[in-house]
């Protein structure tokens, strides 16, 4: 997720631009650029932040220009990758929001044809395609370049001598703002309600040519209309994209998130992982990782265990890293949203000196992390701005699956229906956020408790523990997640009237006993909210208040419970009126040991 901008009046166009890119940073920001044109056409970009370029660039003329602010997927953050990304003239420029799924091949035919590449970006080919086709006409040529791609796209074309800018879209926002004698093309609203609140949303496959007096939209060559909206927001509530916190606004992208990246895996035509487990040199998968991301290692291990069928461990990386073992025969996978977590990065480092090799699922191209291990697997979360992890949890647990789907032992009618699965999670996590107003009930009743108990056995263990470090991070209630057999070895001594227990049960072979937990649990007068497939009797009946569940394959409920308990855990926080997205003590990401 990038931010691109682009304006066109009669006022300068630079202060603009780098005002507009600021407010997309949110989007993205480890590399940015714009690009003008006055008598020919002058870009700028590095990887910087925003107000970093701002001070370093000269005091650039002209009216018509634009901008991107970068979240590298494809080529690390660098001045060479970062956008505008240009022709072989020099004439054209383009930036760019999405993933061209073909860009290799298209590569090929256009170096094949004579053209040359500056950087390892998809983006790049959209600038040659352009130069490819231009036979006079812009619009045109974009259009058939457009015609060539594969994968999602914003985009926005600046070329010399040309006075308009061409802009198109597909499963990528745009927007365009209208003003007086001056219009803009944007990602998002924030960055141009500086400006205007005069606003126009493109549809899937609008291509818009865009001059100072003027907003012309074309669909498969022909005129259509749009409406034009105007927005109440301030920037900062459309940052948010009208969530009050980003922790709700990133709760409510995981549909989005969890589809893109199970396209990008199956889209992939080499392996994702590429891991040598058939040849039996490996005995052991160890996957290592702190906070919210050791908690997807650990469902990672039962995931691992069921569907492979060899032994996997999941570690702390802070404690790994003063155990004197290091296990031999072994796959390590490292994750880490950010990349830059210290304890995991020194875990990584002490496993590559014993010589293991180390894979890492993280969400950050070019972090530290991506570098210092053999292969990157990236998920496609986005930038998280939130300290509680939400979105980039149940994306990790999406490479997981594909991890263990594409090293399975199991039957192929067992393969199919779980890749059947794995397609309809985006829409089963839809099915809980439409039960938001359930939970915002629940939340309001377990406000009032200053402790908590969640319990779960099995792949859903470690999303009592997700449950639980998301209400201590947002809410500042003590929280405590148990194997649920767990409970009778000591915690009993805790339950009272005052303890809520949030038990997790799944239809699977551990449902019995979770019943009797529940049981054991009642017993001792404690409040007890269930987690539940729809239609479970048993549980209604005993469950003060239950959370019904969609029915899915058991090995998928950690995905759906945890979002649920994530928004158990924000209505819980907001009721309590805490900073919810920036909570005291903690970081994004931990960079010191
Ligand atoms: C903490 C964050 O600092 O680090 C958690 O607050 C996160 O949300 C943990 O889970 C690990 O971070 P990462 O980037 O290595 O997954």
Redesign the pocket.
């Known amino acids: 997720m990038c931010g691109i901008i682009g304006f066109i009046g009669e006022r300068q166009a630079q202060p603009i631009l780098l005002g507009c890119l600021a407010k997309l940073e949110y989007r993205g920001y480890d590399s940015c650029g714009i690009a003008l044109v006055s008598d020919s056409l002058k870009v700028y970009k590095d990887a910087v932040r925003v107000e970093q370029l701002a001070k370093a660039l000269p005091r650039l003329d002209g009216t018509v220009g634009i901008g991107h602010t970068r979240w590298a997927t494809h080529g690390e953050p660098s001045k060479i990758n970062a956008h505008p990304h240009c022709d072989c003239t020099g004439r054209i420029a383009v930036v760019h929001n999405g993933i061209i799924n073909n860009y290799q091949s298209l590569r090929r035919q256009l170096t094949s044809e004579g053209h040359k590449f500056a950087s390892e970006t998809d983006t790049e080919v959209i600038a040659h395609l352009v130069e490819k086709y231009y036979q006079g006409d812009l619009v045109e040529a974009v259009e058939t370049a457009l015609r060539d791609v594969e994968g999602s796209y914003a985009i926005i074309v600046l070329m010399a001598g040309e006075s308009n800018l061409v802009a198109a879209r597909k499963d990528s926002p745009l927007i365009i703002g209208i003003g007086d004698r001056e219009n803009f093309i944007a990602s998002d609203v924030p960055a141009i309600l500086d400006y205007t609140n005069r606003v126009i949303y493109l549809e899937e496959g609008d291509v818009v040519i865009v001059t100072k007096d003027e907003v012309k939209v074309r669909r498969d060559g022909a005129k259509v209309i749009r409406q034009e909206h105007e927005i109440l927001w301030n920037a900062e509530q459309a940052q948010k994209g009208g969530y009050e916190h980003f922790m709700l606004k990133e709760i409510h992208e995981q549909p989005k998130v969890i589809r893109a990246t199970v396209a990008e895996y199956m889209a992939e035509t080499e392996p994702v992982f590429d891991l040598a487990l058939a040849d039996g040199l490996i005995s052991t998968m160890l996957i290592l990782?702190?906070?919210?991301?050791y908690h997807a290692a650990l469902a990672g291990k039962y995931i691992v265990e069921e569907l492979v069928g060899i032994s996997a461990r999941a570690e702390l990386a802070s404690e790994f890293n003063y155990s004197t073992y290091i296990p031999t025969r072994t796959q390590a996978i490292a994750?880490?949203?950010?990349?830059?977590?210290a304890d995991?990065l020194r875990a990584i480092r002490r496993l590559k000196e014993a010589g293991c090799r180390v894979i890492v699922i993280t969400n950050v191209v070019g972090s530290t992390a991506s570098r210092i291990t053999d292969r990157t697997v990236y998920i496609r979360a986005g930038p998280e701005i939130s300290?509680?992890?939400t979105k980039?949890f149940t994306a990790q647990l999406m490479a997981l699956y594909w991890l263990a789907l594409s090293q399975s032992k199991v039957n192929i009618r067992r393969l199919d229906s779980l890749i059947m699965g794995l397609r309809q999670l985006s829409g089963k996590v839809q099915q809980v956020l439409d039960n938001e107003e359930t939970i915002v009930e629940y939340a309001n009743y377990l406000s009032q408790y200053d402790n908590a108990f969640f319990i779960g056995r099995g792949v859903n263990f470690p999303v009592a523990l997700e449950g639980a470090l998301k209400l201590k991070?947002v809410s500042y209630i003590h929280a405590e997640g148990y194997a649920a057999g767990e409970l009778k070895h000591g915690p009993f001594a805790l339950l009272s009237s005052k303890t809520p227990v949030i038990a997790i049960v799944a239809q699977d072979n551990t449902r019995e006993a979770m019943l009797t937990n529940i049981k054991e649990v009642k017993s001792r007068g404690a409040p007890l909210i269930a987690l539940a497939p729809e239609g479970d009797e048993a549980i209604e009946e005993l469950a003060d208040q239950v959370i019904t569940m969609p029915p899915l394959d058991a090995i998928f409920s950690p995905v759906v419970n945890t979002v649920a308990l994530q928004l158990l855990a924000y209505y819980i926080a907001k009721q309590r009126g805490c900073p919810i997205d920036f909570p005291r003590n903690?970081?994004?990401?931990?960079t010191v040991e």
């Not at 903690?586 to 931990?590: D, H, M």
Request: net charge negative; with cysteine; proline share 0%.
């Open positions: 990782a702190c906070g919210s991301s994750i880490t949203q950010s990349g830059e977590t995991t300290v509680a992890a980039s991070e903690l970081a994004k990401s931990v």
